[in-house]
């Protein structure tokens, strides 16, 4: 059975820092990989999403990698900023999708 | 504009009470899910349909009933079963052979 992991639970940093969000898979057998970014007591936001013949997918400040070889995924933040501060969520589409819990960041100014 | 509708936003059930919470989408989706958010977990599917007229039974199904008589709506009720149903609740939508799932701003649900 598919489980999704990621780490930290929580993570702060102050501004303008570059950081790394991880998430890992049990099973490689998937058809893509997505992040999310929830905000406080609102739906989801699709930020990238890795096809599984993909290595990375690139949005602005955000890079996302997948190595499902050894099923991992990372979403790369560069240059931090307050405005980034939500849960990021990463999830694994192989019959249904497959969340993790999240990382909660928190961007301090 | 292109969307997925939740309503309500807030919703709180009395003991015994059964609710209903509304999802619709005028994306022309075929797909349609619902999904529970509890603190520090991850979401977990409740039911989904494929087609109209059809659904199906999720990881977490007892006490929830659905019915998908249109297109557009998907409505989710809670019923006196589910023993414990605060928390938040997100719909979803996909087109048929695209992988992306398009997700409305959920339901929080409490009680009372």
């Known amino acids: 059975k598919q489980e999704v992991t990621q780490i930290p639970a929580a993570l702060s940093v102050p501004e303008g820092e570059n950081l790394v969000l991880n998430c890992s898979f049990t099973?490689?057998?998937?058809?893509?990989l997505q992040w999310f970014r929830q905000d406080p007591g609102k739906g989801l936001t699709s930020l990238l999403l890795i096809q599984s013949s993909q290595r990375e997918q690139t949005s602005g400040r955000l890079n996302a990698s997948l190595d499902k070889s050894s099923g991992r995924s990372t979403l790369y933040i560069a240059a931090s900023q307050p405005g980034d501060s939500a849960t990021y969520l990463c999830a694994v589409l192989d019959y249904q999708l497959i969340w993790g819990a999240g990382t909660k960041l928190i961007i301090k100014p | 504009d292109g969307g997925i509708t939740q309503s309500p936003k807030y919703l709180f059930r009395k003991e015994g009470q059964n609710v209903t919470l509304s999802c619709e989408q005028n994306l022309n989706h075929d797909a349609m899910y619902w999904y529970r958010q509890d603190p520090g977990q991850g979401l977990r599917l409740i039911y989904y349909?494929?087609?109209?007229?059809?659904?199906q039974k999720g990881d977490i199904a007892e006490g929830y009933s659905v019915s998908r008589e249109k297109k557009e709506s998907f409505p989710l009720t809670v019923t006196s079963a589910q023993k414990n149903p605060t928390a938040f609740y997100l719909c979803a939508s996909t087109s048929t052979g695209e992988n992306i799932q398009y997700f409305g701003a959920g339901t929080r649900l409490s009680v009372l």
């Open positions: 099973d490689s057998a998937i058809y893509n």
């Open positions: 349909s494929q087609i109209v007229n059809d659904f």
